[in-house]
């Protein structure tokens, strides 16, 4: 793979890469416009972070109840995760990783 420096400068429109960007749609797009985008995009982010977390559970093959319980998160905590309205963050996420990877191991250290 090669890396391709260029300079452009902002000043002169046709110095700019002929891309895959449409420019008239880019000038139409309003402030309104770019906080639905975020939405949008954040409601698919906890849409992948719940369905990870219900994959993780059901490849442990346990409940909802269980599950919470050996990874000491209170149940209504995991249904949020699972169904989406909250996302695990930090320590949480970093958990459900390393569950992921190595069940027995993770399992076996939280006993």
Do not use: Y
């Not at 906080?35 to 992948?48: C, L, M």
């Not at 719940?50 to 409940?63: D, N, Y």
């Amino acid at each position: 793979m090669s890396i391709v420096r260029m300079k452009i400068d902002p000043t002169v429109p046709h110095s700019w890469s002929k891309g895959r960007c449409d420019v008239a749609k880019l000038n139409a797009t309003t402030d309104t416009d770019i906080a639905k985008h975020i939405a949008q995009d954040d409601n698919d982010a906890r849409q992948d972070a719940a369905q990870f977390t219900r994959q993780v559970r059901a490849r442990l093959g346990l409940s909802q109840t269980e599950f919470a319980s050996r990874i000491r998160v209170s149940l209504d905590t995991l249904r949020n995760w699972e169904q989406g309205k909250r996302q695990p963050t930090g320590a949480a996420q970093a958990l459900l990783m390393v569950l992921n990877k190595a069940p027995e191991a993770a399992l076996a250290a939280l006993s």
